[in-house]
């Protein structure tokens, strides 16, 4: 193997947006980083996802095409 071809791998901060913060190991240059969404507030994570359909149109392309991709 050759020597020093290796990033520096350290320890990085990361704040969430919903005030959660955790560590984890990163080659990046940053000592912190910044993300909008994490495991404690995606909702797909959380269990609270939802699909919004406030005009009916998931509705209306089944009726319309609904069909044709059942075999």
Do not use: L, W
């Not at 350290?10 to 955790?22: D, L, P, R, T």
């Not at 969404?37 to 994570?45: A, N, Q, W």
């Amino acid at each position: 193997m050759k020597n020093d071809i290796h990033p520096d791998y350290h320890e990085v901060a990361i704040n969430c947006s919903c005030g959660n913060k955790f560590t984890t190991r990163s080659a990046m240059e940053k000592e912190s980083f910044h993300v909008e969404v994490c495991s404690e507030c995606h909702p797909f994570y959380t269990g609270k996802q939802k699909i919004v359909d406030s005009t009916g149109r998931v509705d209306k392309f089944n009726q319309k095409f609904g069909n044709m991709f059942k075999r």
